[in-house]
């Protein structure tokens, strides 16, 4: 066996234990459910993932239902591409951030206008993922209680999927939560200078 | 002026305020440019954030480009939704990780051949966005310099935006980009015995 077929052995030796070790734990990882995701913390890559898992999902040819709650002008180029598709619902349940609306009555009414559409949304197995984008900040601002949110969510179709965004999750969400991700922000583009960019950021 | 009156106008100062700080952030923003966007750590949303980017870009009927470096069967969903799409560029570049196929040569001449696709996307100012899905690994087994990849990544069109995911971004990437989010591993289903759910994982 010469130098090159020693390192090829060593290699196929190393990745066949690998291997093992990956199999194992796919093997026993073997339930299905309905999943409870919260995508916190302040850096990008919330409600983009969020918009990933529901191309993802429309790949299976499923239904998805995705509310915005805060976002105002900004949600541009998701909107356009998501909301015209079939098995799609789409609504937009806030006019922007509270310092841009500067009515809290109009946010509260906006917020609850939408949670009780995400309501419906919620109890409706033939929905496959439901988004609740922002939803954080409704709960961090107080514009809808916990008590009103969590019993919703338990009581969902058991195979019915949630992502929840928005910084600062709340822990009575993240302790429910079946999958949590918190994305730091170690470095945007925006603090050197640069505006929100078409269909990166918008 | 009542009690209710007064927690208004106390909103409103409080909230117009923060108004003015922000616009004026984003008023001091106004640089356009070609984004390098890198989407590390372990936690899930990596890929998720890339494709809800791919679709956001879409939306403002741009053209996209997405090299899967390393992924095998398991991006079933998003290939499903995505690559039938017009303006589109789809390259499934590996097939998957070297655990699974065992041979360096083949991971190696896979990801060779990849990046000699993406290279071509990356001189192309017509696309908008091209996402390098799981380049991190390739840096990290190897299988690609970095004295190939920075180069390639540096001469491209001025207004192409890149999204490069993958855990442990080697820190010439990091440096190299204008924003980075690193996505924590709070909690995950799999670790509960929760497989690859479709339409979320895969």
Redesign the interface.
Known sequence: MDKEEAA?AA??AR??K??EV?DA??A??????G?L?V?T?N??????????????????G?RVAIFQFIKGAEN???????SALPGVIWEKCGEG????T????RDIAAARAGWEKAKAALQDPDI??VVLDELTYLVTYRYLELEEIMPVLEARPPMQ?VVITGRSAHKTL?DA??????????????R?????????D?
Chains 1, 2 share one sequence.
Do not use: N, P
């Open positions: 090829r290699h196929k990745t066949q690998h291997k990956v734990k796919i026993a990882a073997q339930t299905d459910k999943l995701l995508l913390g850096g990008k890559g919330k409600s983009s993932s969020a918009f990933g898992m529901v191309a993802r999902m429309l790949g299976y499923r541009v180029g998701e909107r356009a591409f998501f951030f509270t310092w841009e500067q009515s809290r009555e496959a993922l999927h993240v939560a079946d999958t949590v991700s918190a994305i730091a922000d170690v470095k945007h583009a925006f050197d200078g640069v505006r929100a960019q078409e269909g990166i918008r």
